[in-house]
């Protein structure tokens, strides 16, 4: 790949209507300069949010690799999620632990990861991706939003 970029930016999210429930994961990747690379809305079923949370951050960094990028800046408006993949949070949840160990082997495949935490402001791209994951998941049980 000639033109893949050097760093992006991956904005992640997980939806869940209900804790579980119908649950999304929703990223969007971008270059420094604010140009849209990748958007990614998937429909995880029924989960808990912080399922979805983690695997909006697998996602995203699935979608930064495969655009060939190095360097990877993970924003989340999910403070658990950004504190455990930094480790200032430990991983109680069992069910969690996998999806942790995942996200960390994914970011050993960069040369650099950087872990943020946003406002849900400023997240408003992959909260989106992330609802319309649900919705299409919704639309294909049959069920409504």
Known sequence: MTDAPVRVIVNCDGAARGNPGPAGAGAV???PAGTVLAEVAVGLGETTNNVAEYT????????????????VVLRSDSLLLVQQLTGRYRVKSDHLQPLHRQVRRLASGFDRVI????PRERNVEADRLANLGVDTWLADQGRSR
């Open 29 to 31: 990747v971008v270059d």
């Open 56 to 71: 909006a951050a697998i996602r995203g960094l699935e979608a930064a690799d495969a655009l060939g990028a190095r360097e």
């Open 115 to 118: 872990y943020e935490h946003v």
